[in-house]
């Protein structure tokens, strides 16, 4: 006759090494996950203004990304492209965002 208890023997160390193993593998996991660098989204501030004319106005956009949870050099870059009075939409102006 089988004795009952030398057959759940195996089963213990079975289900045992697949527990541990099961965890070593979420443990892997969650170390891989805290170790990926957080994404810096860009964002282009392109004005026809100068910077002194257009500063209050940069200043409320900056205030409204912060109260959104972005901060400017943390989870956000921002690019500002001032023409100083001239047309926006020069060629040469636009260019230097790629440049």
Request: proline fraction near 2%; aromatic fraction near 8%; avoid cysteine.
């Amino acid at each position: 006759m089988i004795n009952i208890a030398q057959m759940r023997r195996p089963l213990r160390k079975t289900a045992l090494a697949s527990i541990l193993f099961a965890g070593a593998l979420l443990a892997v996991a969650v170390m891989a996950e805290a170790q990926q660098a957080k994404k810096v989204h860009r964002i282009g501030y392109l004005s026809s203004n100068s910077l002194s004319a257009d500063s209050s106005r940069v200043d409320a956009f900056r205030q409204e990304l912060r109260d959104l949870g972005y901060i400017d050099g943390q989870n956000i870059a921002i690019e500002y492209r001032y023409a100083g009075g001239k047309s926006i939409a020069s060629p040469t102006l636009r260019a230097s965002w790629w440049a």
